[in-house]
């Protein structure tokens, strides 16, 4: 095993940006990349930004399962990636995403139970109507998948969830924009980063005057929930509270956006397994999962070592990166027969799209569920859905996959 950047008588392996959305190539199409790494270079020493990247579906289930390392990036090694770029504010304290136990088990104890299978699964109806009267808005022709659908249903949902005025829902998928683009990024522009900055002072500001109002009168929300729910004498604080708001709709927001739009891609660029879902709409379970493989909206995650480890003969300094490529190990031939075919029928999927361990996505349930009603809406409100000629483009977000702008063409 290697964990150079070359191989012999090998090309160079990608490092450092080349390795992120930042580079055209990878944003544009990572699986080829990824494959090429998985098969020359399964553990890769990625010294431009401090890390070690895993792409085999082996290692990367291990690491994010492996109850010893840990996620807090202020136990990262300086010069590490998850020292210098997963934190801005080195004094702050990290949201739940990027806390270790006992802290995270704490948090996520009392904000669980709404996201709970059948909490969520209460939602359902709801999220179909929203679903359906987004893309019922949409007439005959072209439109950009991303702007009519793919971006307000989520919008919509989430901030229902949260108990916020419809009058708001645009303003905080705008925040929520200007802050992603500086997450977990090595490479930031000043003038983003100060409008970040300026959304997330925004946006706390917001958050706390509803919390003092559902402390007054409180309602059926997220918010009222995690104001007024009470564990074993314990109870979230205001700024826990922001930071959980912060999170949803950061990761839970732009994280579906992501999922419609890629799924969408999936479906028109495999004609044969549409028609599929259209005559036997009991597949969509299953066809979300499907996209959620074949294409994750969330690409990597990570861990940092708590003690020298190794890896296939390699060893591995505590405090250093892990970088898990859940892309990779979705698409890893060891565990997914033929992984480059979309296929809705699959049998086994084995998601690492939602990470795992103590870390695995609480928000998972929710994420499928807006998916597949809004599948479910497009599908029926247009029987012919094609490529528009406006094309696609996307985002250049570390960490995530998804579009800014996506054509598409429905026929009634």
Known sequence: MTSSTTMPGDRPIPTGVQLTALDPAFREDPYPILKDMRERAPIHHDTELGRWIFTRHRDVNDILRNPNFVSDPRKANSGTFSAEFLMRDKDAEPSMLLMDDPGHRRLRELVRRPFAPNAVEAWRPRTREIARRTVAAIEDGEFDLIDRVANPVPTVVIAELLGIDSSKHEQFKTWSGQMIKVAFTPVVDPADLATAQLA?????????????????????????????????????????????????????????????????????????????????????????????????????????????????????????????????????????????????????????????????????????????????????????????????EYAANPSFRGMNYFWVEGKA
């Open 200 to 392: 997330q002072e925004n946006m706390m500001e917001f958050f706390r005057e509803e919390i003092e109002l559902r402390r007054r009168k409180p309602g059926d929300d997220l918010i009222s929930h995690m104001v007024h729910t009470v564990k074993d004498g314990d109870r979230l604080s205001d700024n826990e509270i922001v930071s959980q708001c912060d999170l949803l709709l950061l990761a839970g927001n732009l994280t579906t956006t992501d999922l419609i739009g890629n799924g969408t891609m999936a479906l028109l660029r495999h004609p044969d397994q549409q028609a599929k879902l259209r005559k036997r709409p009991e597949l969509m379970k299953k066809a979300v999962d499907e996209v959620l493989r074949y294409d994750s909206p969330v690409t990597n995650s990570g861990r940092i070592v708590h003690e020298d480890t190794t890896f296939d003969g390699i060893t591995i300094p505590r405090g250093e990166s892990l970088s898990v490529s859940l892309a990779a190990a979705n698409r890893d031939p060891a565990v997914h027969a033929d992984p480059d075919r979309f296929d809705i029928e699959r049998e086994n999927t084995s998601l690492q799209s939602f990470g795992g361990g103590t870390h695995y996505c609480l928000g998972s349930h929710l994420s499928r569920m807006e998916a597949q009603e809004t599948f479910a809406a497009l599908l029926d409100r247009f029987p012919s859905l094609s490529f528009g000629t406006g094309g696609h």
